[in-house]
């Protein structure tokens, strides 16, 4: 139908119908790769491997203990050390 490479065309959204046999979706023609990575977003990239996700950056575990450090426990937290009916302390 259309003269034009793969890689300038992004399909998405499929959904199949019950019972098989049928599916629709959409699809997007670029002409040519420069506009296709414009307009595109980059979880689509990313997916047709155009694009290179940047790996996350977690936070250390120092930022953790100082955000605990800084609220201390709260009123409702069940990890404070209660007594049961035994009496041994948790």
């Known amino acids: 139908m259309y ?3 793969k890689e300038v065309v ?3 959204g499929f959904r199949t119908a ?4 049928k599916s629709t ?5 670029y002409d040519n ?3 296709a990575k414009k307009f ?3 979880y689509r990239l990313v997916r047709v491997c155009i694009f290179t996700r940047l790996p996350d950056i977690s936070r250390g575990p120092s930022q953790d203990q ?3 450090g800084k609220h201390g426990l709260q009123g409702n937290d069940t990890r404070q050390e209660t007594t049961n009916i035994t009496g041994i302390s948790i």
């Open 33 to 35: 790769l420069e506009s």
């Open 40 to 42: 595109e977003p980059k």
């Open 25 to 29: 979706g959409f699809a997007l023609i």
């Open 10 to 12: 992004f399909c998405f």
């Open 3 to 5: 003269k034009v490479d």
């Open 66 to 68: 100082e955000r605990v």
């Open 18 to 21: 019950f019972g098989g046999g």
